[in-house]
Nanobody, 124 residues
Framework: QLQLVESGGGLVQPGGSLRLSCAAS????????IGWFRQAPGKEREGVST????????YYADSVKGRFTISRDNAKNTAYLQMNNLKPEDTAIYYC?????????????????WGQGTQVTVSS
């Protein structure tokens, strides 16, 4: 079974940057669509970004467009989420997820494999 482990979260001031990593084990990531999701306290899990396995197409939620960049390095079996110009409203637990049964999307229920999450806190 595919296992995903996120890292790179932490406390950052508004306007700062973080890069999250999603490392896969037991299977290779190259045939999976990768999604990044986040969940803030008291809120539903929301899709942030996704990257296709076939052509590397990327998609972003409007709230992060222009600030976040998703990427993948299949040789390292790892996906990334570069987050710039962070805002307090970006504070959440961030999860990576993988799926190969559907076209790239930001619908959490369509992703089968999930990591345990990493906390991102944006505060001065």
């Amino acid at each position: 079974q595919l296992q995903l482990v996120e890292s790179g979260g932490g406390l950052v001031q508004p306007g700062g940057s973080l890069r999250l990593s999603c490392a896969a084990s037991r299977f290779t990531l190259d045939t999976y669509t990768i999604g990044w999701f986040r969940q803030a306290p008291g809120k539903e899990r929301e899709g942030v970004s996704t990257i296709s396995s076939s052509d590397g197409s990327t998609y972003y939620a409007d709230s992060v467009k222009g600030r976040f960049t998703i990427s993948r390095d299949n040789a390292k079996n790892t996906a990334y989420l570069q987050m710039n110009n962070l805002k307090p409203e970006d504070t959440a637990i961030y999860y990576c997820a993988a799926d190969r049964a559907h076209a790239p999307n930001l619908i959490a229920t369509l992703y089968y494999y999930w990591g345990q999450g990493t906390q991102v806190t944006v505060s001065s």
